[in-house]
């Protein structure tokens, strides 16, 4: 289901600019803020649908629902390209100095629009933080032979979302170019449905969570009780602090160790003297656990927003450059939306090999099912971050060059430059893809505690969220501060190159910051039954090395 819902999110994510304005007659701004806003709302609503999975429904069920919200959404949208009625008279075509002249949309047909984009974002949103889980949860994680396959699926996972992001940017992309919208919308009805189909085919062998309330009902029990009991001094040994050993009784399926930061949190757990043993006055070590442990991810995913930066700035300026290249690579045309079908085809070459032959290579070394841990894949795809916007700045500055050289900085014809060129940043930064979105997306499941394990998968998509909002103030500043280096409308004539060269900058800084995040992040510790300490005294692999 993952590759066929990406198929149809990233078709429109890349093209839905351009039905904004030749279809519901938006200006050129409010076509790009308004798919921004989408995109960015889109994957903040990522942690709605992981509340609602680990509170309420088991993460199959979120799946079918949420699909069906994003499956009614693309019906919609097709609806209304399909009806004259519910669009205003199309501008496409007209040139923009007479696009005065076109008729605005009203507020039904902006109404119909907005319902389906948003249905769409909050079903998609409800997937991203549901879907990963649901698969991950098919692996029993304290296992170490399952630990193998658990780290395998997450690679293949990130295959089976660039899979159907590549027929996403060509075919789907190609008949809403050409065969109308309508039927790009009512493919992407086909696709969600058929992944919802394909999902409840296997619901009779799928291993199913068991919902344990809300995580953040759990969190302000632990502050509550913390601040209580503030006065009350911190046991040195976890003897002296409350927990539930009785696994039978279903409230936990692991009970997590102390560790050694965020002391003053420990007060929660100390059982109070005149009897009181509300939730709110004596929590768990494992609560208390798990608290931490949603505080201690915070600066890693913090540390990763600005990579999404870069990547949102790829997605933007490097279409504008490719709009003043020649277009043709072995004699194809291609359009600017599927150049991101570069880093996509790179990637699906990329994750077979690594999945296939580093991997294994760098277990025989480490010992770890991984290969490398999380947050170490998490670190080199930051790095590559940082090379791919240099790149990226060497690739504007031969641009400029040329423009100067031919006299064609003025020219809307296309300087004597493949587009190709473009493809280095795209590829480098594809590989940065690769590593950063899986590595934390394993991170953030193997790290959770088992009652938030699709809040901590959706804390990732937020990433990407913010990067995206972030993105849109860092050239409003780099735009002020620097005297307008992306004002002036023309390429030719901007310094994006000096842009580029800043970000990149900024991301080595952002990747200092990351290696202190990393370094001070402590692993969760899990309290082994006998049954388990048998299970790693005959594969050989440890717990902690899985962690």
Not at 153 to 172: D, H, P
Not at 174 to 190: D, E, H, K, T, Y
Not at 250 to 255: H, L, N, S, T, V
Not at 288 to 295: M, Q, S, Y
Request: net charge neutral; with cysteine.
């Amino acid at each position: 289901m993952t590759g066929l819902e990406n198929m149809a999110f990233v078709s429109n994510a890349v093209s839905l600019v351009t039905y904004f304005y030749d279809y519901m007659n938006f200006s050129l701004t409010k076509s790009a803020t308004t798919l921004t806003n989408l995109m960015g709302t889109a994957f903040l609503l990522s942690m709605f649908g992981g509340f609602i999975s680990d509170t309420y429904l088991s993460r199959f069920k979120t799946c079918v629902i949420f699909g069906s919200i994003e499956l009614l959404g693309y019906a919609l949208l097709a609806i209304q390209a399909y009806f004259k009625q519910l669009r205003p008279i199309p501008c496409k075509g007209v040139q923009p100095d007479h696009r005065y002249q076109c008729e605005a949309a009203n507020e039904t047909q902006v109404a119909v629009l907005f319902t389906g984009l948003y249905l769409m974002a909050l079903g998609t949103g409800g997937l991203k933080a549901a879907m990963p889980s649901l698969g991950a949860d098919q692996f029993n994680e304290k296992d170490p032979k399952e630990a193998f396959k658990l780290s395998r699926y997450f690679n293949w996972l990130l295959f089976s979302i660039t899979a159907g992001a590549i027929i996403g940017v060509t075919v789907v992309v190609w008949i809403s170019a050409n065969q109308g919208w309508q039927w790009a919308f009512g493919l992407s009805v086909v696709a969600v449905l058929l992944g919802i189909i394909f999902l409840c085919m296997g619901n009779s062998v799928y291993q199913h969570n068991v919902p344990r309330g809300s995580p953040f009902l759990r969190f302000a029990q632990v502050f509550v009780a913390a601040f209580l009991n503030r006065r009350l001094p911190i046991p040195d040994s976890a003897e002296g602090l409350y927990e539930v050993y009785d696994k039978e009784s279903g409230a936990q399926d692991e009970i997590l160790q102390r560790t050694d930061q965020f002391r003053f949190l420990d007060r929660a757990a100390i059982v109070n003297t005149n009897g009181d043993s509300t939730p709110w006055r004596v929590c768990t070590v494992s609560q208390v656990e798990e608290t931490k442990i949603l505080i201690r991810m915070l600066p890693i995913i913090l540390s990763t927003v600005f990579m999404n930066t870069c990547l949102a700035q790829l997605q933007t300026f490097s279409i504008q450059q490719a709009a003043t290249l020649d277009p043709r690579i072995l004699g194809f045309k291609v359009p600017g939306p599927s150049l991101t079908v570069i880093p996509l085809l790179f990637m699906a070459v990329l994750i077979p090999l690594y999945d296939q032959v580093f991997v294994p290579i760098a277990r025989k070394f480490t010992g770890i099912p991984s290969g490398i841990r999380h947050l170490q894949r998490v670190g080199v795809g930051l790095v590559l971050s940082a090379i791919s916007m240099a790149i990226a700045g060497v690739v504007e500055t031969r641009r400029k060059r040329i423009a100067i050289e031919h006299d064609m900085v003025d020219s809307v014809k296309p300087l004597p430059m493949s587009v190709f060129w473009l493809g280095f940043q795209y590829c480098v930064f594809g590989a940065a893809d690769m590593f950063t979105l899986v590595g934390l997306l394993e991170f953030f499941y193997s790290e959770s505690s088992a009652g938030m394990k699709s809040l901590s998968t959706a804390i990732s998509w937020c990433s990407v969220a913010l990067g995206y909002f972030l993105s849109s103030v860092a050239v409003e500043v780099v735009n002020k501060v620097s005297g307008g280096w992306l004002a002036s409308n023309n390429l030719n004539r901007d310094k994006l190159n000096y842009f580029y060269w800043l970000l990149a900058g900024i991301s080595l800084v952002n990747f200092g910051l990351y290696l202190v995040c990393a370094s001070w992040y402590r692993y969760k510790k899990v309290d082994t039954t006998e049954e388990e300490h048998e299970a790693e005294s005959k594969s050989g692999v440890k717990n902690s090395e899985i962690l």
